[in-house]
Structure formats: structure tokens, C-alpha cells
Nanobody, 125 residues
Framework: QVQLAESGGGLVQAGDSLRLSCAASGRSFSTYSVAWFRQAPGKEREFVAGISWAGGMPKYADSVKGRFTISRDNAKNTVYLQMNSLIPEDTAVHYC??????????????????WGQGTQVTVSS
């Protein structure tokens, strides 16, 4: 079992950058794949980025490719989402989610058993 806590959200202008952090408590964090999802008001939750416990290339939604970078530091039990060139469409509550030994497509949030409380990202134009 793992507990997740996001931080790093805020209000920024278009073109700015933010780095979100997802800090995990619990054991065996290195065996968990972690993904970021987001949900804007009136919209469905959507996948943003995912990083596997087993290594390999991270996965990204088309809408954030080339702008966002997901990384992890297992020694610190933390996953990061570096968000550059932010646009107003990135405005949403951003959540991290974890699933042990996960090797799926990351698209469905239903695959992830553990979720953080979310952090608000607001991008003004």
C-alpha cells in the first residue's frame, strides 16, 4: 500500500513553467508505476503522463508531448512532472496515481488503485 501527496501547483501565466511533485509514503515505491492525470471543470479526467516501475520510455498524452517531462527519484519516493510552455488548456486539478507492477497503457485511471488529493494548476492567458 502507498499514500500519495501532490504539491507544486499554482497560478501562472501562459508560457510559464511549473514542477509538480508526487511524494509517496509506504514501502516498495520502486515497484509502482506512477501516472499523472488531470481534470478540468466540466470535463472528464484525462491521462497526462506515466512512468513505469520497470524503466523504459515514459508515456505522454499527445496534448503535452514536447512540453511536459515525467521523472522519478526512487531514493526520495517522489515522481515529478515538469511542465513547460504552459497554456490555458492545461488548467485543471492534477492528480498522481500509482499501481504496483503496472505495465498497461496508462490511459484508464481505473487501472490505478492509489491516488493523491490533487493540486490545482491554473494558467492565465
Amino acid at each position: 500500500q502507498v499514500q500519495l501527496a501532490e504539491s507544486g501547483g499554482g497560478l501562472v501565466q501562459a508560457g510559464d513553467s511549473l514542477r509538480l511533485s508526487c511524494a509517496a509514503s509506504g514501502r516498495s515505491f520502486s515497484t509502482y508505476s506512477v501516472a499523472w492525470f488531470r481534470q478540468a471543470p466540466g470535463k472528464e479526467r484525462e491521462f497526462v503522463a506515466g512512468i513505469s516501475w520497470a524503466g523504459g520510455m515514459p508515456k505522454y498524452a499527445d496534448s503535452v508531448k514536447g512540453r511536459f517531462t515525467i521523472s522519478r527519484d526512487n531514493a526520495k519516493n517522489t515522481v515529478y512532472l515538469q511542465m513547460n510552455s504552459l497554456i490555458p488548456e492545461d488548467t485543471a486539478v492534477h492528480y498522481c496515481a500509482a499501481s504496483q507492477f503496472y505495465r498497461g497503457s496508462y490511459v484508464s485511471g481505473a487501472d490505478f488503485a492509489y491516488w493523491g488529493q490533487g493540486t490545482q494548476v491554473t494558467v492565465s492567458s
